[in-house]
């Protein structure tokens, strides 16, 4: 039988996620953890006890750390509002991806504490950290060199000091005295 000719089979949601815990071997306490529920919920996602979520930051958070569009949910309702487009995003997931990473392997090299955060700034709901030190740890895993994490950073504080207010083009000088004298503080490019 051809691809072209193949029955489309959908596949009910919970079904789809216990097959994905289990081909990952992810453990469904961490993989609560990671879209923000509790374990019961898990349980009672997978067991059909309840109807499947269709709570878009639900949905997208599954559907992040399952590494597919929340679309493939027949309960995900599309938002109104279209997703604008993040070069920092785009970034971060590139570098997953050269690293040969699934999300859900980038997501385990953190404490479990940080890892809904992570899943959220992916599903772009939250903006990429301003942080420096929260950045370099996402750096070490993705094991980017000293000039691309600094250059991340500076895109990310560009865009939260414009989102603030500040008008780059106008205060040129300031902002870049800002950036080079940070650039010598982290002894990037001497």
Not at 20 to 28: D, R, T, W, Y
Not at 45 to 67: G, H, N, Q
């Amino acid at each position: 039988m051809s691809m072209k000719n193949k029955p489309i089979v959908n596949e009910k949601s919970s079904q789809k996620v216990a097959k994905f815990l289990e081909k990952n071997n992810l453990h469904k306490k961490d993989f609560a953890q990671m879209i923000g529920v509790t374990l019961s919920y898990v349980y009672n996602l997978i067991d059909e006890t309840i109807p499947f979520s269709s709570r878009a930051t639900t949905l997208e958070r599954i559907a992040t750390v399952m590494d597919i569009r929340p679309e493939e949910f027949i309960e995900y309702q599309i938002p109104q509002d279209p997703a604008l487009y993040d070069d920092n995003l785009e970034f971060l997931k590139d570098a997953i991806k050269h690293n040969n990473l699934t999300t859900v392997e980038f997501l385990k090299k953190f404490e479990r504490k940080k890892r809904l955060h992570l899943v959220d700034i992916l599903r772009g709901a939250k903006p990429l950290h301003i942080d420096f030190a929260e950045l370099k740890t996402i750096s070490d895993v993705l094991n980017l060199s000293d000039e691309e994490l600094y250059e991340l950073w500076q895109r990310r504080m560009s865009e939260f000091l414009s989102e603030g207010g500040f008008n780059l083009d106008k205060n040129d000088e300031l902002a870049q005295a800002m950036f080079d004298g940070a650039k010598k503080y982290l002894k990037i490019g001497n």
